[in-house]
Nanobody, 114 residues
Framework: QVQLVESGGGLVQAGGSLRLSCAAS????????IDWYRQAPGKQRELVAE???????NYADSVKGRFAISRDNAKNTVYLQMNSLKPEDTAVYYC????????WGQGTQVTVSS
């Protein structure tokens, strides 16, 4: 069993920043397997950021240059630093891990006002 708990969402003005955290616990696995998704109202859930096997990261085109995924292995925590936020970034953000099966956090709301 894997537990993922997100935190750090909130309301921010356009151009502002937020940092989301995803704390993992439970079964032993590499936190490199954790990635970030988001789901805006009326839209499908989409992948925002993920680690690649060579240690770098992939990002959705819409967030490239503004978001950064990072990790702290000692804390079993993955972060999503979000800068230059836009109203279209408003969504519920989820961390996710595929460890034999899909695990999802409960989600954290990010609202960006114009």
């Amino acid at each position: 069993q894997v537990q993922l708990v997100e935190s750090g969402g909130g309301l921010v003005q356009a151009g502002g920043s937020l940092r989301l955290s995803c704390a993992a616990s439970g079964s032993t696995f590499s936190i490199n397997a954790i990635d970030w998704y988001r789901q805006a109202p009326g839209k499908q859930r989409e992948l925002v950021a993920e680690f690649t096997r060579d240690g770098s990261a992939n990002y959705a085109d819409s967030v490239k240059g503004r978001f950064a995924i990072s990790r702290d292995n000692a804390k079993n925590t993955v972060y999503l630093q979000m800068n230059s936020l836009k109203p279209e970034d408003t969504a519920v953000y989820y961390c996710h891990a595929l460890v034999r099966i899909n695990y999802w956090g409960q989600g954290t709301q990010v609202t960006v006002s114009s």
